[in-house]
């Protein structure tokens, strides 16, 4: 792009947020409008594999995160008693680890700290409240009640983007997978050095993730009705009757669980926007065009991966639409790999049936997708 462009990025997450330092170190100009009152975060962690880390050190944020989380290296897989079944080193994409667990809100805070660095603005409690693209620009008028012209508006707002009901109406609404995670942040026990993951009792897994030196996530996936909510003063009592049976490091993590704070519910959907990610100059990206199920632990590496490219793609066209469309191009074959494993995954891991397509995927696995993950994104 001959000229720096203006940016509008709806969504102050993980994926907003990247894209705000990355569009900001191209010289280009981003604002960030963010519906939360501040940068908070579950209190839970996230893995962020080798691809992830790969953006963050192209953001300029890459020991921030090592120094705030946990590197490991190797997953273990073990049978629901604890008996490990395998031991899978983690390809690297360079010489940064091949993985880390951080908790949420560390990961928040370094990206808000890399964006006001930046120099990127963040206006808090704030949300589209209308648009207007007349094909060189997109007229905005925010809740606040300010209005600007952009070149360009990111909706990086998240699984229930209200960016894509305006594009595209309910059409691509969440679909429920019939499966939840239930996850809780307890202390790290020695032998967790890596994710352990515990498979093997139908419809139920458990994983464990360390995220800093002195504390990991436990999570379970269960099948859940989709109108199930889980009382908060129940949560302890039914995430255990959940996990009864499971042994080894999933039995000691559950056992310092001592109360029902803490305890996230969320439900797993899946968005896939069968239809141009982009209207004119407004673009749908991370969760809001693609969300996973968490199986590979992808779904913020896909958004990171999807803001950094969209920079470098915006800096080598010299034509908006042109330049969202090859971005397009690009993320979207990685992005449904991501998607449809992930999803498959989920259903051979919780013992649900299969179509001849996810059975071929199935063929990759979880450690093939590592390595096809890790090639240049
Ligand atoms: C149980 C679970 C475990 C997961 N584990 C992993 C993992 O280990 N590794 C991994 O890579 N991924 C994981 N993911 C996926 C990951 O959390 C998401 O893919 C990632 O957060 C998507 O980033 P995003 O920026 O697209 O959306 P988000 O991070 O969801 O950010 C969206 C932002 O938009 C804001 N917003 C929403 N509406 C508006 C509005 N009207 N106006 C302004 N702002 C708005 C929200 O407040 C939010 O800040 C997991 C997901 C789940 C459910």
């Known amino acids: 792009m001959a000229t720096p462009l203006r940016v509008l990025i709806h969504g102050g997450g993980i994926g907003g947020l990247t894209l705000a330092v990355a569009l900001a170190r191209s010289g280009h100009t981003a604002e960030v409008v963010e519906l939360r ?6 209190g839970v962690g996230i893995i962020q594999p080798s691809n992830a880390l790969h953006v963050m050190r192209e953001i300029g944020v890459l020991d921030a995160c090592l120094e705030a989380g946990f590197p490991w290296e190797v997953l273990t897989i073990c049978d ?17 680890p091949s993985s880390s667990g951080i908790p949420r809100p560390a990961l928040a805070s370094i990206l808000g700290d890399a964006t006001g660095k930046a120099g990127v603005p963040i206006r808090f409690g704030t949300t589209i409240s209308g648009l207007e693209d007349d094909g060189s620009g997109v007229d905005v008028t925010l809740s606040d009640g300010s209005s600007a012209r952009w070149d360009l508006v990111v909706g990086f707002d998240g699984i ?7 594009l595209y109406g309910d059409r691509f609404s969440p679909e429920y997978t019939g499966f939840a995670n239930w996850r809780v942040t307890v202390p790290r026990t020695p032998e967790v050095q890596g994710v352990v993951v515990s498979v093997g009792r139908t419809s139920t897994k458990a994983l464990l993730t360390p995220i800093t030196d002195d504390l990991m996530y436990l999570a379970a996936v269960t099948a859940e009705e989709a109108d199930f909510r889980p009382e908060p003063a129940r949560a302890e009592e039914l995430l255990k009757e959940r996990l009864a049976g499971f042994g080894g490091p999933v039995a000691e993590a559950l056992a310092s669980v001592t109360g029902p704070e803490g305890i996230v519910y969320s439900r797993i959907s899946q968005v896939t926007v069968d239809a141009p990610w982009h209207v004119g100059r407004v673009v749908l990206a991370g969760d809001a065009a693609h969300a996973s199920t968490p199986n590979l632990a992808q779904g913020a590496a896909m958004a990171v991966e999807d803001a950094l490219v969209l920079t470098r793609t915006l800096d080598e066209h010299d034509d908006v639409a042109a330049a969202l469309t090859a971005w397009e191009e690009r993320r979207r074959p990685r992005a449904m790999f991501v998607q449809n494993l992930s999803r498959a995954l989920l259903k051979e891991e919780t013992g649900s049936a299969t179509t001849p397509e996810e059975d071929e995927l199935l063929k990759i696995g979880m450690p093939g997708a590592a390595h096809v993950l890790v090639k240049p994104y």
């Open 160 to 166: 229930g983007s209200p960016l894509r009901s305006r």
């Open 80 to 96: 629901p008693v604890g008996t490990t079944l395998a031991k899978i080193p983690q390809p690297r994409m360079d010489e940064a």
């Open 37 to 42: 009152d501040e940068l908070d975060a579950l």
